[in-house]
């Protein structure tokens, strides 16, 4: 079994709706992270948590919401949908115990808003 | 703002040849490096990490880093169509651990 779980993998929506993407893990670590890729651009941080009460922005937040509903799970809403918004999403983990800085991605959601 | 500048590529290399990836950074605190390797469409996995000057050598792969001249460097030798994907570079800055990723090298391995 994977150990970060992304929902749904492909999603394809309108502008003006709002959707949920889903992230869970099984690795016990108790940081979590939301990135899009779009292509050419690398991966650009859209927030991040570092225990279940903890929240931040990351450099690319507007337009993006976050839920850490347990240790093991990350949502990212988009609350109004909106073209340039495209791109591939992931979730990655790391663990603060162990090697922090090593982040262990997810297997991506690609939307697209139309 | 921190910066990590990786050419965009394609690098384009036979099989069997040595795969040279740089990467440069912008911030003269950082303290640890990392490679990761993303194939078309999926997720980046980490390759290789290095946190000293000098060498680092795992299989095939060897990171380099040289943190007066702000680089970091990965080899790939025994090159193999398999190892055609994008390169990511990334680095670490503080206490906060977070990681500012590089917008990734290309490498294609041809037969």
């Known amino acids: 079994d994977a150990d970060v779980t992304q929902t749904p993998r492909n999603r394809i929506t309108k502008t003006g709706k709002r959707i949920m993407l889903e992230c869970s893990q099984t690795?016990?670590?108790?940081?979590m992270y939301w990135y899009r890729q779009d292509p050419g651009l690398g991966l650009q941080l859209i927030y991040y948590?570092?225990?279940?009460?903890?929240?931040n922005k990351g450099e690319i937040s507007d337009g993006y919401s976050v839920s850490r509903q347990a240790q093991a799970k990350f949502s990212l809403s988009l609350e109004s949908a909106i073209p340039n918004q495209t791109a591939l999403y992931f979730c990655?983990?790391?663990?603060?115990?162990?090697?922090?800085?090593?982040?262990?991605f997810g297997p991506g959601t690609r939307l697209t808003v139309l | 703002q921190k910066e990590v500048e990786q050419n965009s590529g394609p690098l384009s290399v036979p099989e069997g040849a040595i795969a040279s990836l740089n990467c440069t950074y912008s911030?003269?605190?950082?303290?640890?490096f990392f490679w990761y390797r993303q194939y078309s469409g999926k997720s980046p996995e980490l390759i290789m990490s290095?946190?000293?000057?000098g060498d680092k050598e795992d299989g095939r792969f060897t990171a380099q880093l040289n943190k007066a001249s702000q680089y970091v460097s990965l080899l790939i030798r025994d090159s193999q169509p398999s190892d055609s994907a994008t390169y990511l570079c990334?680095?670490?800055?503080?206490?906060?651990?977070?990681?500012?990723f590089g917008r990734g090298t290309s490498l294609i391995v041809h037969p």
């Open positions: 990655a983990t790391s663990d603060s115990g162990g090697a922090v800085d090593t982040q262990y």
């Open positions: 690795k016990g670590h108790d940081r």
């Open positions: 948590s570092f225990d279940v009460k903890d929240i």
């Open positions: 911030d003269r605190g950082s303290q640890s």
């Open positions: 290095i946190y000293s000057n």
């Open positions: 990334a680095v670490t800055t503080g206490g906060s651990y977070i990681p500012t």
